[in-house]
């Protein structure tokens, strides 16, 4: 549609029609105005697959790996191919626009989302958005880059203000955002639920208007996260264009009596609206109006792509002979024979870990737990399964079907009005309503389970309730999520935390649990509930104790193999929530460490999404981190562990060696931030520039990832010896494949000033490539610098700056694995400087 076209749109539209552009109709689509033939557009969740428009147990998906798996390829080739697949995945969900990337930075080791998020590391993460971003939009569905900007903790989320220097803002957590507007056209942003400086980012005028619009040059449409619009005229002010979701609170009838009231200008609202207009021409919805109805089609083609995807990310992150004496070799790859036994261990091993929580969780077709990957890999091979010690953070859910009889009424009176059954013990109505309830409607529901207790022993119940229920087992009043309700962490921090009932059952032994559910929150005031959402979660399980590690260190002495799968889950790794730390939960520490005692020959296989500590690293043969790598999750850990794929990976973030090395401990005004404000005080020495500024040994540096074979760097070249202000720097190496199998090498670049008037992180990565070859094979490599990579960001000059004089190259497998070294020399400054 030709600009003079939505310009005579905006014409023909009364203020109040175009004041209605400006917020969702409803939780995923945006306002229709039938008389003007103007169309809505739908929007999806999320990062690792498109979940269309309900919420939980809704049409299944094809469930990818999380962000920082995908970071951990270091492939943006094969992120672009992503990209590609995502986009497909949302128009049969019938979107067009994909909420993703999630591109903020991973600061601390607390995130919940730092498994959503790609790197600590401005240029691995923008290098993965822009492939991600052009991938995306390849398809014709607009990609919506997040959070902008500063939205790197969940503690206090919905209010947190994040207190960063200018200089860090613009050589770290702006540069992915930038990055995808100059270089990947992406067509949406999102804004953070966060404040920076004191505003909320969704009326921060500076960052979105002045910074991204028109310093960047971004003409596509800004939109506010779920329930994060705060005030009518600030929000339009600063261009942020679209409220979601809807129905509105904030825009619709309030911006209408803004403009009356003379607080807004009627060009401001109409500026938003053409924003709104304008993309749902460039996603062509004026042509094709049509949402068509979600679809589940399960492709071969994206099956192979997550499975490859799985792989490539999984990073080695040590393979030796293990503890046998005198043994020599590598643990891995695996090659058991038939008639040998393999002990797997770990309640990971048989339920597939496959992604992280909140919103980017998805109904994935399958899950492929690792246990039976590994079992038909390997025919006559004998495969024990022991858990031995737990992962959740919450009592597990019931794994059977859950029949909720529904009432049209807030204290369960009246008629049942209909069923609904979900299949498993937790039901969501998170932007949808349980069957026979009408909108704006409280509603509420009763349940009864059954529960058998496998073994003697202490059994957990619980409930978590976005709402409230209580809960009696057989008969007797035991769980009260009723009574003192509380908002806590849990359902982005709209439920409550856990309500915990526990007692001694004998094995057989049947308990019936009663529980009943009403969807009134009761809020504090001024404490604003959410549109359409609620949800209830009931636990149930046997606490395991020293008898369930005892038993697998048992079968591990056993075994010619012991595999143990170990980490957290997405109730750990989840949005709404921070970590309280890096350690693994449930005495998993322990189980490995007996583990290892017990079988020379073990294995570990972690599936986190943010580091750990491994305090029994030196004990054990091999560990592998696998992330949560989606549907394929079993198959693509048994191709590596068995060598049929290569460990392709390489570590996004830095993992400390103690809690206490890494960034922002210490200090409550660092983090996790007090009286509602979180400073950034390290500015930009975060993840390996935090470490390698203080001299602290790490676990495991950043780019760090080992191969099935081995490789030499040669040669490092720069193209010239002096560079002028505004010259590109060629550097060129040969990299060469020594080993026997063929394998993957990551090329990593850093730059080093030798001396600057500015405070310099010892070196920063500004370029990298990822290179396949046989076994001999050698290839030139070649990457290329322009002058940002030379640049810091001079606060007081409002300019990137490149002062003159020397800067080393460095080349190698890792921050901390350098192999070739190359210094050029900056003849005269070289400065840009910021608009505005």
Same mark, same amino acid.
Request: include cysteine; hydrophobic fraction near 45%.
């Given at each position: 549609?030709?600009?003079?076209?939505?310009?005579?749109?905006?014409?023909?539209?009364?203020?109040?029609?175009?004041?209605?552009?400006?917020?969702?109709?409803?939780?995923?689509?945006?306002?229709?105005?039938?008389?003007?033939?103007?169309?809505?557009?739908?929007?999806?969740?999320?990062?690792?697959?498109?979940?269309?428009?309900?919420?939980?147990?809704?049409?299944?998906?094809?469930?990818? =790996?999380?962000?920082?798996?995908?970071?951990?390829?270091?492939?943006?080739?094969?992120?672009?191919?992503?990209?590609?697949?995502?986009?497909?995945?949302?128009?049969?969900?019938?979107?067009?626009?994909?909420?993703?990337?999630? @591109?903020?930075?991973?600061?601390?080791?607390?995130?919940?989302?730092?498994?959503?998020?790609?790197?600590?590391?401005?240029?691995?993460?923008?290098?993965?958005?822009?492939?991600?971003?052009?991938?995306?939009?390849?398809?014709?569905?607009?990609?919506?880059?997040?959070?902008?900007?500063?939205?790197?903790?969940?503690?206090?989320?919905?209010?947190?203000?994040?207190?960063?220097?200018?200089?860090?803002?613009?050589?770290?957590?702006?540069?992915?955002?930038?990055?995808?507007?100059?270089?990947?056209?992406?067509?949406?942003?999102?804004?953070?639920?966060?404040?920076?400086?004191?505003?909320?980012?969704?009326?921060?005028?500076?960052?979105?208007?002045?910074?991204?619009?028109?310093?960047?040059?971004?003409?596509?449409?800004?939109?506010?996260?779920?329930?994060?619009?705060?005030?009518?005229?600030?929000?339009?002010?600063?261009?942020?264009?679209?409220?979601?979701?809807?129905?509105?609170?904030?825009?619709?009838?309030?911006?209408?009596?803004?403009?009356?009231?003379?607080?807004?200008?009627?060009?401001?609202?109409?500026?938003?609206?053409?924003?709104?207009?304008?993309?749902?021409?460039?996603?062509?919805?004026?042509?094709?109006?049509?949402?068509?109805?979600?679809?589940?089609?399960?492709?071969?083609?994206?099956?192979?792509?997550?499975?490859?995807?799985?792989?490539?990310?999984?990073?080695?992150?040590?393979?030796?002979?293990?503890?046998?004496?005198?043994?020599?070799?590598?643990?891995?790859?695996?090659?058991?024979?038939?008639?040998?036994?393999?002990?797997?261990?770990?309640?990971?091993?048989?339920?597939?870990?496959?992604?992280?929580?909140?919103?980017?969780?998805?109904?994935?077709?399958?899950?492929?737990?690792?246990?039976?990957?590994?079992?038909?890999?390997?025919?006559?091979?004998?495969?024990?399964?022991?858990?031995?010690?737990?992962?959740?953070?919450?009592?597990?859910?019931?794994?059977?079907?859950?029949?909720?009889?529904?009432?049209?009424?807030?204290?369960?009176?009246?008629?049942?009005?209909?069923?609904?059954? @979900?299949?498993?013990?937790?039901?969501?109505?998170?932007?949808?309503?349980?069957?026979?309830?009408?909108?704006?409607?409280?509603?509420?529901?009763?349940?009864?389970?059954?529960?058998?207790?496998?073994?003697?022993?202490?059994?957990?119940?619980?409930?978590?309730?976005?709402?409230?229920?209580?809960?009696?087992?057989?008969?007797?009043?035991?769980?009260?999520?009723?009574?003192?309700?509380?908002?806590?962490?849990?359902?982005?921090?709209?439920?409550?935390?856990?309500?915990?009932?526990?007692?001694?059952?004998?094995?057989?032994?049947?308990?019936?649990?009663?529980?009943?559910?009403?969807?009134?929150?009761?809020?504090?005031?001024?404490?604003?509930?959410?549109?359409?959402?609620?949800?209830?979660?009931?636990?149930?399980?046997?606490?395991?104790?020293?008898?369930?590690?005892?038993?697998?260190?048992?079968?591990?002495?056993?075994?010619?193999?012991?595999?143990?799968?170990?980490?957290?889950?997405?109730?750990?790794?989840?949005?709404?929530?921070?970590?309280?730390?890096?350690?693994?939960?449930?005495?998993?520490?322990?189980?490995?460490?007996?583990?290892?005692?017990?079988?020379?020959?073990?294995?570990?296989?972690?599936?986190?999404?943010?580091?750990?500590?491994?305090?029994?690293?030196?004990?054990?043969?091999?560990?592998?981190?696998?992330?949560?790598?989606?549907?394929?999750?079993?198959?693509?850990?048994?191709?590596?562990?068995?060598?049929?794929?290569?460990?392709?990976?390489?570590?996004?973030?830095?993992?400390?060696?103690?809690?206490?090395?890494?960034?922002?401990?210490?200090? =409550?005004?660092?983090?996790?931030?007090?009286?509602?404000?979180?400073?950034?005080?390290?500015?930009?020495?975060?993840?390996?520039?935090?470490?390698?500024?203080?001299?602290?040994?790490?676990?495991?540096?950043f780019g760090h990832g080992l191969s099935y074979t081995t490789f030499v760097f040669e040669g490092l070249t720069l193209d010239r010896s002096t560079l002028q202000p505004g010259d590109t720097l060629t550097a060129t190496l040969t990299v060469r494949n020594t080993g026997p199998r063929a394998g993957s090498e990551v090329v990593q670049l850093y730059v080093h000033d030798e001396a600057s008037s500015l405070a310099r992180p010892p070196q920063e990565l500004k370029a990298f490539a990822k290179v396949t070859l046989q076994p001999g094979e050698a290839r030139r490599?070649?990457?290329?610098?322009?002058?940002?990579?030379?640049?810091?960001?001079?606060?007081?000059?409002?300019?990137?700056?490149?002062?003159?004089?020397?800067?080393?190259?460095?080349?190698?497998?890792?921050?901390?694995?350098?192999?070739?070294?190359?210094?050029?020399?900056?003849?005269?400054?070289?400065?840009?400087?910021?608009?505005?």
């Amino acid at each position: 549609m030709k600009t003079n076209k939505i310009e005579e749109l905006l014409d023909a539209m009364t203020l109040d029609e175009q004041a209605s552009l400006l917020a969702g109709a409803d939780f995923w689509t945006t306002v229709t105005i039938p008389r003007l033939g103007v169309p809505a557009f739908k929007v999806t969740d999320g990062p690792n697959g498109a979940r269309g428009g309900i919420f939980k147990d809704g049409p299944k998906t094809a469930c990818f =790996p999380v962000g920082i798996g995908l970071a951990a390829t270091w492939n943006p080739t094969l992120i672009e191919e992503t990209g590609a697949a995502l986009g497909v995945e949302a128009k049969l969900k019938g979107a067009r626009v994909l909420l993703a990337p999630t @591109v903020n930075l991973q600061r601390t080791v607390f995130n919940g989302r730092n498994f959503e998020c790609h790197s600590e590391d401005p240029w691995l993460a923008s290098e993965m958005a822009v492939a991600y971003v052009k991938g995306v939009q390849s398809q014709g569905v607009a990609a919506t880059i997040k959070h902008f900007v500063g939205n790197e903790s969940e503690y206090q989320r919905m209010s947190m203000s994040s207190e960063i220097p200018e200089r860090a803002l613009r050589e770290l957590y702006l540069v992915p955002f930038e990055r995808a507007v100059k270089e990947a056209g992406v067509m949406a942003v999102m804004t953070g639920y966060n404040r920076v400086d004191g505003t909320f980012m969704a009326d921060h005028r500076r960052l979105v208007t002045e910074v991204l619009r028109d310093e960047w040059g971004f003409d596509g449409l800004v939109m506010t996260d779920w329930m994060a619009s705060h005030d009518t005229v600030y929000s339009v002010l600063a261009g942020c264009d679209l409220e979601m979701p809807g129905p509105t609170r904030e825009r619709g009838a309030k911006v209408v009596a803004a403009v009356q009231d003379g607080r807004l200008l009627a060009s401001s609202v109409r500026a938003c609206a053409r924003r709104v207009l304008q993309l749902a021409d460039r996603l062509g919805c004026f042509a094709d109006p049509v949402i068509p109805a979600e679809r589940a089609d399960d492709l071969p083609a994206h099956r192979a792509l997550i499975r490859r995807l799985g792989a490539e990310g999984a990073v080695l992150l040590k393979n030796e002979a293990g503890a046998l004496p005198g043994a020599a070799g590598a643990l891995l790859p695996l090659s058991p024979k038939a008639g040998q036994t393999v002990a797997l261990i770990g309640r990971a091993a048989t339920v597939p870990q496959i992604m992280g929580g909140g919103s980017a969780n998805v109904n994935a077709f399958y899950r492929v737990a690792p246990a039976d990957a590994l079992r038909a890999a390997c025919p006559g091979v004998n495969f024990s399964h022991h858990i031995g010690a737990d992962i959740h953070r919450y009592t597990p859910v019931l794994a059977q079907p859950m029949t909720l009889d529904l009432y049209a009424s807030a204290d369960l009176s009246g008629p049942v009005v209909a069923t609904q059954t @979900v299949p498993n013990s937790e039901a969501q109505w998170i932007g949808t309503l349980p069957p026979g309830i009408a909108p704006d409607q409280h509603y509420s529901a009763r349940t009864t389970l059954r529960y058998v207790a496998d073994a003697h022993g202490e059994h957990a119940f619980s409930l978590i309730v976005a709402g409230v229920a209580r809960a009696t087992l057989n008969g007797e009043p035991v769980l009260d999520a009723w009574t003192g309700w509380q908002r806590g962490e849990t359902y982005f921090t709209f439920g409550c935390d856990e309500v915990i009932h526990r007692r001694t059952m004998h094995a057989g032994e049947v308990a019936e649990l009663v529980v009943e559910f009403s969807s009134v929150m009761p809020l504090a005031p001024g404490d604003e509930g959410p549109h359409g959402f609620a949800a209830l979660r009931i636990g149930a399980a046997r606490v395991l104790g020293e008898a369930d590690i005892a038993a697998a260190v048992e079968a591990a002495r056993n075994a010619d193999v012991a595999i143990v799968f170990a980490g957290l889950n997405a109730e750990w790794d989840n949005e709404g929530l921070d970590r309280t730390g890096i350690t693994l939960p449930h005495g998993q520490n322990e189980l490995i460490a007996r583990v290892a005692a017990a079988n020379p020959r073990t294995v570990v296989v972690l599936q986190t999404g943010s580091p750990v500590t491994l305090p029994w690293l030196a004990d054990v043969g091999a560990v592998l981190q696998a992330w949560y790598p989606g549907q394929e999750c079993g198959n693509a850990i048994a191709d590596v562990l068995l060598g049929a794929a290569e460990p392709g990976g390489r570590l996004p973030q830095t993992w400390p060696l103690r809690l206490d090395n890494s960034v922002a401990i210490g200090n =409550p005004e660092v983090y996790p931030g007090v009286d509602g404000h979180v400073r950034y005080d390290e500015g930009v020495f975060i993840g390996y520039r935090h470490y390698e500024q203080r001299g602290l040994a790490t676990q495991f540096a950043f780019g760090h990832g080992l191969s099935y074979t081995t490789f030499v760097f040669e040669g490092l070249t720069l193209d010239r010896s002096t560079l002028q202000p505004g010259d590109t720097l060629t550097a060129t190496l040969t990299v060469r494949n020594t080993g026997p199998r063929a394998g993957s090498e990551v090329v990593q670049l850093y730059v080093h000033d030798e001396a600057s008037s500015l405070a310099r992180p010892p070196q920063e990565l500004k370029a990298f490539a990822k290179v396949t070859l046989q076994p001999g094979e050698a290839r030139r490599v070649s990457l290329s610098l322009g002058m940002r990579a030379f640049a810091a960001y001079d606060e007081a000059r409002a300019a990137w700056i490149a002062e003159a004089g020397r800067f080393e190259l460095r080349a190698g497998a890792s921050s901390a694995d350098l192999r070739q070294r190359a210094g050029v020399t900056l003849a005269a400054d070289w400065v840009e400087r910021v608009a505005g």
